[in-house]
């Protein structure tokens, strides 16, 4: 954006989610993360959620006892992990780490030691019946998260594919 006010940002933020997401702001969830600042222009990570799946997992916590200071997507999550992998073995980067949970599947493309895209699908590995489909599936959601990348940064080529996650129960 071409702005580094944090309020204008804000503004530049929401609006550009707005245009982009397929459901009704009041549906959804949004905020930022200033990732650089250069020449009076800023890049910035979108996190976007459905606000009935804040609700729910917050009302979970809340129902055992919890009050939750802050919440963060899976994609954080999966940086922290990569961030302690780089300590024993190198990576080509960017890197598109695959991380697959029991529902859902996150595509986190890494570089220089932050998050540079990022996208998931509700879909996980109890949803996949054979290790064909899965496959299969994988493959097709890499190559959108390629075309993605491409779209939303320009000459950046995925270097490394790393696959993360639960393994198939016995």
Not at 50 to 63: M, S
Request: contains cysteine.
């Amino acid at each position: 954006f071409p702005t580094t006010d944090g309020r204008e940002l804000a503004q530049m933020a929401e609006l550009y989610a707005k245009a982009q997401l397929p459901y009704p702001r009041e549906q959804v969830v949004t905020g930022f993360h200033v990732l650089s600042q250069a020449d009076g222009s800023s890049t910035v990570a979108i996190v976007a959620c459905q606000r009935d799946v804040i609700e729910r997992q917050l009302g979970l916590l809340r129902e055992a006892g919890l009050a939750p200071e802050l919440l963060a997507v899976s994609s954080w999550g999966v940086l922290g992990w990569y961030r302690q992998v780089l300590r024993t073995t190198p990576m080509n980067e960017p890197s598109l780490v695959v991380n697959v949970d029991d529902s859902r599947t996150d595509f986190v493309l890494i570089g220089d030691g932050r998050i540079l895209s990022s996208r998931s699908v509700g879909q996980g590995l109890r949803d996949w019946k054979s290790v064909e489909e899965t496959t299969d599936l994988l493959a097709l959601e890499v190559e959108r998260s390629r075309a993605s990348i491409r779209k939303e940064l320009p000459g950046t080529e995925v270097r490394s594919l790393v696959l993360t996650g639960l393994e198939e129960p016995d």
